[in-house]
């Protein structure tokens, strides 16, 4: 089994509305020197399978076609093994 | 594609969980319009011999994850594709432009509006093609007032893909002023080129965020919306 940690960014020549008005917050709380906010999404998930190379062509699979619109979006993701049922 | 006997087409509406339009829409094509309309559920398969497939406004699961992302893997979406692609008409309103994207009938993507702000008004709309089968019988130069509904309709596409859609003449929708100017200032959302509906190149897929359904009933005080209904309608019988 593998622990799958996905990360998904807007593309850089995508603009973040949400991530400006964010960033108008900072602002407001006396926080001048952050720039540049972009909000993005951090999925996870578990992979039932032994096999790595099974575990990577499935979730990219479902990285490409439904968690991230690559249109928009950009993304990467890590599998950890996991031993002795630890989650 | 077109029955060879000419009659009223027959409508399928999609349902999908957190669709709220459909019922209008319905409502708008059965009672005001008078067309046979089947709903069909969005785990069925079976389009009921439709002609014309709408993908309804709503927030269809819930908009998890992103606007019409899980949607256009419902069981009913395979056939929807099906149907598209041996030349169907399918016609996509506000969540259903959405998931035409998502699926990828038409290019682009539809992002946050630029405001942040869920956006309820009526707009105006130029009609950019007046040679689609959603837009035939609308006459030349004619704006159509219909309202928008949603937080989602900023459309984006590529520089490449907004030049094609142009030249292809497949921007069939786009916001104006009332007298059908295209400055900014009547952009309720940001879209790219002031688009709000566009078709494929094949002219059987339309996608629109403004909702026709709604403005259909005289009663109501607008109607034209109908007037994209009946166009199909009127190409049907023809």
């Known amino acids: 089994m593998f622990k799958a940690k996905v990360l998904i ?8 509305p949400q991530g400006k008005a964010v960033e108008k917050g900072a602002q407001h709380m006396g926080l001048n020197n952050i720039r540049d906010t ?3 999404k951090y999925i996870e998930f578990i992979v039932e399978t032994d096999s790595k190379p099974a575990a990577e062509k499935e979730v990219s699979e479902y990285c490409s076609k439904l968690l991230a619109n690559p249109i928009m979006e950009d993304f990467e993701f890590t599998l950890d093994e996991i031993k002795d049922g630890v989650r | 594609m077109k029955a060879t006997v000419s009659r009223k087409p027959k409508f399928g509406v999609v349902v999908f969980p957190g669709s709220n339009c459909d019922h209008d829409a319905y409502y708008a094509l059965k009672k005001i319009l008078g067309f046979e309309v089947n709903f069909l559920w969005h ?8 002609d014309v497939i709408i993908l309804p ?3 269809a699961y819930g908009d998890y994850l992103r606007t019409g992302a899980i949607a256009r893997f419902s069981p009913i979406m395979n056939s929807v594709i099906a149907f598209a ?4 008409y399918v016609m996509g309103i506000c969540n259903g432009f959405q998931i035409l994207l998502e699926a990828g009938l038409l290019p682009g993507v539809l992002l946050k509006n630029n405001s942040l702000q869920f ?3 009526d707009v105006y709309l130029s009609v950019e093609n007046s040679e689609t089968v959603f837009t035939k019988e609308i006459e030349a130069e004619k704006v159509l007032k ?5 937080g989602e309709g900023n459309y984006f596409a590529d520089e490449d893909t907004l030049k094609s859609l142009e030249k292809n003449n497949q921007v069939v929708f786009r916001y104006t ?3 059908g100017k295209v400055p900014e200032e009547f952009n309720p959302n940001g879209s790219a080129l002031n688009i709000a509906g566009i078709i494929n190149e094949r002219g059987n897929i339309l996608g629109m965020m403004p909702h026709p359904e709604r403005a259909s009933d005289p009663r109501l005080g607008k109607t034209d919306g109908a007037l994209i209904f009946n166009s199909i309608g009127k190409y049907f019988l023809n």
């Open chain 2, 57 to 59: 406004g709503g927030f």
């Open chain 1, 38 to 40: 972009r909000i993005g």
């Open chain 2, 146 to 150: 219909i309202p928008i509904a949603h």
């Open chain 1, 9 to 16: 960014k807007r593309r850089p020549s995508i603009l973040d």
């Open chain 2, 85 to 88: 692609d041996k030349g169907g």
């Open chain 2, 177 to 179: 002023s009332p007298d």
């Open chain 2, 119 to 121: 956006v309820c008004k």
């Open chain 2, 43 to 50: 785990k069925e398969t079976d389009l009921y011999n439709s």
